[in-house]
Nanobody, 115 residues
Framework: QVQLVESGGGLVQPGGALRLSCAAS????????MGWYRQAPGKQRELVAT???????DYADSVKGRFTISRDNANKMVYLQMNSLKPEDTAVYYC?????????WGQGTQVTVSS
């Protein structure tokens, strides 16, 4: 059974940092490009970062230079280091494979950036 579990979110001041973690199970993890997505209330889910099986990365323009995605294939983990956080980064963050169809979505982890 596929399971994706996100953690590490919280409340942080503008300019602060958080590290998100995604634990994957029930999938051939090392085969897939993985991504981090975010969704603000009332808005569409958007892709913010991807990392391939060979660790090539891509980022949305809005987070480039501030966020870093990484992966640990042995432990089936994906991480998102978020620095210089801005209020517009506020959202629920999810991980998934960057391949259709998406795997069942996890609960996500909430990131709130506010003074």
């Amino acid at each position: 059974q596929v399971q994706l579990v996100e953690s590490g979110g919280g409340l942080v001041q503008p300019g602060g940092a958080l590290r998100l973690s995604c634990a994957a199970s029930g999938i051939s993890f090392s085969m897939y490009t993985m991504g981090w997505y975010r969704q603000a209330p009332g808005k569409q889910r958007e892709l913010v970062a991807t990392i391939t099986r060979t660790r090539n990365t891509d980022y949305a323009d809005s987070v480039k230079g501030r966020f870093t995605i990484s992966r640990d294939n042995a432990n089936k983990m994906v991480y998102l280091q978020m620095n210089s956080l801005k209020p517009e980064d506020t959202a629920v963050y999810y991980c998934n494979r960057d391949l259709r169809p998406a795997l069942p979505w996890g609960q996500g982890t909430q990131v709130t950036v506010s003074s």
